[in-house]
């Protein structure tokens, strides 16, 4: 419900994936708004559970945790009873990390939950950037730990065999980058497929699998991406409009920049995963198209399927 | 003589900006290279000033200092001594900055010289993103350092007549953040023109002067940027030659490119001044070509005239 476009494209996206995907769904939210969009073929597989309180974007995530009838709060509460496997909500990012954290609870041995988004390698193929923005203060243990996490979801969801995993850092060598970059590589020394640093324009042409990196400098990472992108993107559209040959040009280039969106189109990868906690929860943009949350349904399904947080328990175990 | 490409595009970038600027040049270096390289007509203009040892991009920045013969040291020397009023080095830049901090002296109330990127606003005009990588673990009073600098080189050299500043966060709330950057803010709250967080998706699309952030994140911001626009950039050259009407296509387009290039070009934007020291050092990208060493001298020529390093101590006796 708590979506910057309110259920719609939620329910319809669910929809596409139950046409392609074997499950069934529960849309927690207002059943006066959720009943008449499902067509009468899904009703059997879907089942509302209805909840009147909306956790807005302005709200504080702080809050959350009192809100007891909000659809997030509400979700949150199926994952824990073991009544779904999955949660997907495209809401208050905030809100739904904290819920999950607090409701849930963490995998023994995680000290901090962690965002993993998924980005595109331009050649194809994705990787993982963690964390992407749930934790803005990390120490070097808090990295081992993405590490750890990123790793056995690399290669159980993303289907790597073997992920590289490396720090992102200013500089290739050990002795480059910051206190907590250093402490973490000393960590990771030991780690299976460790590569070490690894800059930052070298992530979406390389064959690193998972990125590593604290919240706040992950999400630099990611937004000053999207701003790179989409001022490159202005900048064309904005030229190709000047002249008759620009824009015969870009027509013939349609196929070129038809491809481009996709591989930049972050409702591609679905959501980001919470990695950490006790349940599988993907958090979408709140943005999200119909698109986007079809695959972080489908994302999510995999990462069931997978066992993820159990190999993710046995890691920690191990480590 | 550091320089990736060695002494061949600083001595081009030099006499190219002989024939526009007016000023004289002092070359240090090998005086068997350089020599033969300066065609008469220069030959008044310029003086070599000889010495034989080079410090190489993987040597330790650390050792610089006793380095006496290299050609960055003698450079050094001659600003010091008020020979030269501006230095431009291609070399080792950590190598540049120790020396630079060590032996010209931080400008008084300067606790940290930073490195002041010049970036393009994809719509035109420039930007500044400081620290760059100078200083990988900062405080909240070195950013507030940062600030005042980089307020009084958009000021007196980019031409901004009121510089607005904003801090490199993950929120425009003044909530948002990690403890570095909101601590910053507390202090920046009073400075002329500060405007608040600004979030990585916005730097080159705002009207935004002046982004601070500590060394780290700037590198990482910096490079992620670089890394995103090459990606682009060879993702529609590889598809482009896949077919027929993309390469026509691309021919139709070669005016947007041909300007998308030249806004990218990081050449068109001279070098990074590094502030907060006794004296005007520009620091190029290793891989510079001669209208890098060009544009960079240009912009040296500029922060002298304007006595910029006379504004920042000005600013700092105030603050």
């Known amino acids: 419900m708590g979506g910057d476009y309110g259920p719609n494209p939620i329910v319809e996206g669910t929809l596409e994936a139950l046409k392609k995907q074997s499950f069934s769904a529960l849309l927690v939210g207002d059943s006066a708004q959720l009943e008449s969009k499902i067509p009468k073929a899904f009703k059997e597989r879907i089942e509302i559970v209805h909840c009147t309180d909306v956790i807005q974007m302005d ?3 702080a809050n959350a945790i009192r809100r007891k009838e909000s659809s997030i709060f509400v979700a949150t509460e199926l994952l824990k009873n073991g009544k779904a496997d ?10 739904t990390m904290s819920l999950a954290t607090l409701r849930l609870g963490r995998i023994e041995g995680v000290s901090r939950p962690a965002i993993a988004t998924v980005l595109p390698h331009i050649g ?3 990787f993982l950037l963690l964390d992407a923005g749930a934790n ?15 790793y056995e979801y690399a290669k159980s969801v993303l289907g790597y065999p073997k992920p590289k995993v490396a720090l992102l850092s200013i500089g290739e060598e050990e002795c480059k980058g910051n206190d907590l970059t250093k402490g973490a590589y000393a960590l990771l020394q030991n780690f299976p497929n460790f590569v070490g640093n690894i800059e930052g324009d070298d992530i979406f042409s390389s064959d690193i699998a998972v990125v590593v990196c604290d919240g706040f400098v992950g999400n630099i990472a990611l937004k000053t991406s999207e701003g790179v992108a989409d001022a490159i993107t202005n900048f064309i559209k904005n030229f190709v409009k000047e002249s008759v040959s620009g824009k015969i040009g870009a027509l013939l280039m349609r196929k070129v920049f038809r491809k481009l969106k996709k591989r930049l189109d972050y409702a591609e990868y679905g959501g980001a995963p919470l990695l950490g906690v006790n349940g599988n929860v993907i958090i979408g943009h709140g943005k999200s198209n119909p698109k986007a ?10 990462a069931h399927e997978q066992q993820i947080n159990h190999k993710i328990a046995q890691a920690f175990i191990k480590s």
Chains 1, 2 share one sequence.
């Open 136 to 150: 803005v203060d990390c120490t070097a243990e808090h990295l081992h730990n993405f590490a750890i996490m990123g």
């Open 59 to 61: 709200d504080a995530a």
């Open 86 to 95: 999955v949660l997907v909500s495209a809401g208050h990012s905030g809100a």
């Open 293 to 302: 949350i079809y695959n972080a349904i489908k994302q999510g399904i995999i």
């Open 124 to 126: 194809g193929g994705e």
